[in-house]
């Protein structure tokens, strides 16, 4: 069984499946991590999080920090032989407890070729979400690496390969719904294409549980049509901006996404942790939101209906913005890649050479992420009324802390009046 139907398996079951994003650079701690993971009181997947300087490809700087004893802030999975990390697993990984590889990398050929080594087979990524919020690798090289990733997956891998798109986290936040959708979907499609046939498509909580609700069902409705003969589910992510600093108000944040992940009828949810706005979370911490999420998730009634059930505005956008990318060609990845240079996919406030950068959204006063500007999105018959006046730095700011201010004040206010 791969990653995919053991996650398939647990939804039918009523179970939504919880993941922490964990990596530590000791083999022995990332083993006492996966198998702290494995007994949380939570249906949970593994998780083996690499190293900034593997996903970099600075296997010098990895040598150095291990030779001086200095932690990584991951497992270089690269570095180890593959028997290492085969004996960090054996024992651990199994048909009930799938482990997944998550890195950040644009050129991911030696991670993949380790991974597969190692006897893993499931990992996330994209040419598009792993190039353009990590730094300046061309669009069009992450294109051909992940190319010869799927390939890599296809024919070196024990088992069926599964992939991830990291698409619908484009950036963490602020990037309105109906692109991470289509961006999403868009890197479902050049896997499909590539080979792959176990599929998950990721959603990053936003702003608005209405809005996220409509992107999700958005999301899933593209995928059944688009991807008819994938074998392909959805994945939540707790938010990505900043975190509340407090503790209620980060297992508060967090019991929302598990709320929302099961209202969807979403299959899995990434964690995080009461330690997100402050350091890197320890394995406790990490078990500790694993088992909030899950238990959140198991008072939560199941497939809720949506205010807009078939994804609504953020349906009709980011439907828009797929036919526009499929038009530039039957190749997924050139045609992304034409896409991103004509300015028909633009990530508000990404800073990366081959995005346009002419793109703005903002938080309007429902809490939900709109358009400020267009750029050459071709949206403009399908979007509603935009902001007249521009983002200003203020604005920013403001819209980068507004979940960390909201669930911080909120968390603040609950504890005064306990006191009282």
């Known amino acids: 069984m791969n990653f995919g139907d ?29 198998l702290a993971t ?15 300087f593997t996903r970099n490809g600075d296997l010098a700087s990895v040598e150095r920090a291990l030779r001086d004893g200095v932690g990584l802030n991951g497992y270089p999975i690269v570095h180890y032989d593959p028997d290492v990390t085969r004996a960090m697993l054996d024992g651990v990984m199994a048909a009930d407890f799938p482990v997944q590889v998550r890195h950040g990398s644009a050129r991911p050929l030696p991670i993949m070729k380790a991974l597969a080594a190692a006897g893993l087979h499931a990992t996330e990524g994209g040419p598009v979400s792993y190039c353009l919020p990590y730094g300046r690798t061309p669009l069009a ?10 390939a890599v997956l296809r024919d070196s891998v024990e ?10 986290c484009m950036m963490g936040q602020l990037c309105p719904p109906s692109q991470l959708v289509a961006l999403s979907v868009l890197e479902a499609m050049f896997f499909y294409q590539h080979g792959m046939r176990s599929i998950s498509v990721s959603y990053a909580q936003q702003t608005s549980v209405a809005q996220d609700l409509e992107a999700l069902a958005a999301l899933r409705r593209l995928c059944a049509q688009l991807l008819p003969h994938a074998r392909w589910h959805v994945v939540v992510y707790a938010y990505m901006g900043l975190y509340p600093r407090t503790p209620a108000g980060a297992m508060t944040l967090l019991g929302k996404a598990a709320e929302l992940a099961v209202r969807s009828g979403s299959e899995r949810l990434i ?12 394995i406790e ?6 088992e909030h999420a899950a238990a959140v998730a198991g008072g939560t009634v199941a ?3 949506a205010r807009e059930p078939d994804g609504g505005q953020v349906y009709a956008e980011a439907y828009t913005l797929v036919e526009a990318v499929l038009n530039c ?3 997924i990845g050139a045609a992304l890649s034409t896409a991103f240079r004509r300015g028909l996919l633009d990530v508000p406030y990404c800073v990366h050479p081959d995005n346009a950068g002419r793109t703005r959204s903002f938080i309007d006063t429902d809490g939900r992420l709109q358009w400020a500007d267009i750029g050459s999105l071709p949206l403009s018959g399908v979007v509603g009324r935009r902001r007249s006046r521009s983002v200003t730095a203020a604005d920013l700011m403001e819209a980068l802390s507004h979940i960390q201010r909201v669930f911080d004040a909120e968390a603040l206010e609950q504890a005064n009046r306990r006191a009282l």
């Open 6 to 34: 053991f996650v398939r398996r647990c939804h039918r079951a009523g179970k939504l499946v919880v993941q922490p994003r964990m990596g530590m650079s000791s083999p022995a701690r990332m083993r006492a991590g996966l």
């Open 38 to 52: 494995k007994n949380a009181n939570a249906t949970t997947v593994g998780t083996i999080t690499l190293d900034s």
């Open 141 to 150: 090289e992450s294109v051909r690496n992940w190319a010869a990733c799927c």
């Open 159 to 168: 088992g069926e390969p599964h992939v991830e798109t990291f698409g619908g």
């Open 271 to 282: 964690v995080k942790t009461v330690a997100e706005a402050h350091r890197i979370p320890t």
């Open 285 to 290: 911490e990490n078990v500790s939101a694993l």
């Open 303 to 305: 497939h809720a209906p």
């Open 329 to 331: 060609g039957s190749d």
